[in-house]
C-alpha cells in the first residue's frame, strides 16, 4: 500500500490469517482489491510486479511477467483475473504453507 503498516492492522490479519477467520487468498484480495491499493494507480508493470512481490514473495521473470502484460494490454484478462493466478497458483500455496497458513 506504500505506507507503513499501523500495529493494529498487522495484528488484525496475522490473527486473522492465524485463526483461520481469512484464507491466504481473502486477505490477499483484500489488499489488492481494496480502494486504497486501487487509488495508487498503478501501471499493469507495476501492477505486475507488486503481483509478485507480495503473492510470490520474489521479483519477476522477464518471460512471466511479458505473458501477464500481454493479457492486460490485449484485454484477455482483468486485473482481478490475474491476481486470481497468482492467488490461485501453486507457488503461492506453499508459500502460505510454510507459513501454517491456508
Request: charged residues 20%; hydrophobic residues 40%; aromatic residues 12%.
Amino acid at each position: 500500500l506504500n505506507r507503513t503498516p499501523d500495529k493494529e492492522g498487522i495484528a488484525f490479519w496475522v490473527n486473522s490469517l492465524l485463526e483461520g477467520q481469512f484464507s491466504s487468498y481473502e486477505c490477499a484480495m483484500g489488499f489488492i482489491m481494496s480502494p486504497e491499493y486501487t487509488n495508487l494507480n498503478l501501471s499493469d508493470a507495476q501492477y505486475v510486479e507488486n503481483l509478485y512481490a507480495c503473492l510470490m514473495n520474489r521479483p519477476s521473470d522477464a518471460a512471466g511477467k511479458a505473458i501477464w502484460l500481454e493479457v492486460l494490454s490485449n484485454g484477455t484478462m482483468t486485473r482481478e483475473q490475474v491476481f486470481n493466478e497468482f492467488a490461485t497458483s501453486q507457488e503461492f500455496a506453499d508459500i502460505c504453507e510454510s507459513y501454517g497458513i491456508n
